[in-house]
């Protein structure tokens, strides 16, 4: 077993358990002994796009000295924004400079010495566990199943972050098909939701989520799979009256049910995913 | 009676365009207008000013750029940082113009839930209104 320490936050404990149950259950079938990192905090969801950013990255930080203090150099994220909120702050904090400041700031944690490394499911699936194993281990063939793969914004965006080409992107069609399904590269899956605005203005996230599922709809989809938390809720509760009935499913949901998870009930709660 | 068009620098580099490029990082000089970010930005049908326009309002140094909506409209989802072909990352002048209403108080509209959200939902839209 490898140890991978891990990062849930607030949406794996609460209405992402789902894909938190599937894709524990898969990483633990390919060999990864999963372990949460103690004392965790919010991430912030949203990082600062401004110069005057220090306070933005203190929490994430925080979270990474505590990965550090478990004596591991990477640290796995299962939710987009969380992603890009950890390995935001990780590269931040490569200068020295920076780092002190951090560390002064943080005056009651041992001081982070930095290098932990950030990394997502989708890229430990394609980088470390690869395709090919994945396909191998497989249970449950999705047998075909058109699923359509959303990216998002943070995934890809900016794009030295990005989890894969911000312009093509292929690592989520390449693990459905590794599941045995056709994944379903439709033309909005890299158009942005609406995140955050869905608390202001559901108005305009529900203009955006009715022209993503159309979008899925039209390229042939039977359901979308995603892993971020914010998008699955947006297309699952900002859908305009007319758009498509297409099932919205975390990644991790689809992974452990390939995986044989035996507990269809947490991975498929009634009413947890319409 | 054709009226007098005056050409001047004078309004060029004004503090506010100064104060914008150095919140952000960004140097609004660099972009020549061709909208490729309007083009592309999913929320563009929403704004009160498209994305090039709002960069046009802070190269001519004018605070209205304050009191629009488009800002706010804007998600953060980068699609216009990664497409501008002058390297203007745009999502952050937006966010400077955000967070200078914010420290002027010029509030948006305020964000009242109006039903039960997921913390990631809430601690994101708190967040953009945090100076």
Known sequence: MKKLAYFPGCAMKDQARPDEAGTLHALAALGYEVAEIPRWNCCGTVHSLAKDDLMRHVGPVRNLIRVQGMGEKRVLTLCAMCYGTLKRSAQFVREEERLARINAFLDTEEDFRGGIEVVHLLTLLRDEVGYEKLASRVKRTLNGLKVATYYGCVLLRPREFAVDDPDRPEVMERVVEALGGAPVPFPERMECCGAYLTVGRSDIVTDRVGRILRSARGSGADLVVTTCPLCQFNLAERRPPVAPTLPVLYLGQVLGWAFGADEPANLFPLGGAR | ?131
């Not at chain 2, 506010?16 to 999913?42: D, T």
Request: proline share 9%.
């Open chain 2, 1 to 131: 009676m054709a009226s007098e068009l005056n050409l001047s620098r004078d309004h060029l580099e004004a503090p506010f365009s100064r104060r914008v490029e150095e919140l952000s990082g960004e140097n609004p000089y660099a972009c020549y207008q061709c909208g490729k970010c309007s083009a592309g930005c999913p929320f563009a049908d929403h704004m009160d000013a498209l994305p090039n326009q709002v960069l046009r309002l802070v190269q001519l140094g004018d605070e209205a750029a304050l009191r629009l909506s488009a800002p706010w409209v804007c998600a953060s989802c980068l699609a216009c940082a990664v497409r501008c072909p002058k390297g203007v990352d745009i999502a952050k002048t937006m966010e400077a113009l955000r967070l200078l209403s914010l420290r002027r108080g010029i509030t948006p509209a305020p964000v009242v839930p109006d039903r039960p959200y997921p913390q990631i939902a809430l601690v994101g839209a708190y967040r953009k209104l945090t100076p």
